[in-house]
């Protein structure tokens, strides 16, 4: 099946993203692989009428230690 229409917005930063989302409200979903979103919209489970790509949103790929614990970031690859 092929999803509903739908506007694509890529963002460049997380400040971006979050004032996407701030924007387009519920109507809006994030996509970083789509592994998920993608078959839900094919589907028609999922019916975003904005996708707000997060990709290449480099704040969001890291490894931190801080100290009691580790922080992993939403972006954060296996290798």
Do not use: C, N, W
């Amino acid at each position: 099946m092929i999803p509903a229409p739908f506007e694509y917005k890529r963002a460049g930063s997380a400040d971006e993203a979050i004032s996407l989302i701030g924007q387009y409200g519920d109507e809006a979903k994030f996509l970083a692989g789509g592994h998920s979103l993608i078959p839900l919209m094919k589907l028609r489970l999922a019916q975003p009428t904005v996708l707000v790509d997060i990709g290449r949103v480099k704040d969001l790929s890291y490894v931190k230690d801080a100290g009691d614990h580790v922080a992993i970031g939403a972006l954060t690859r296996h290798m």
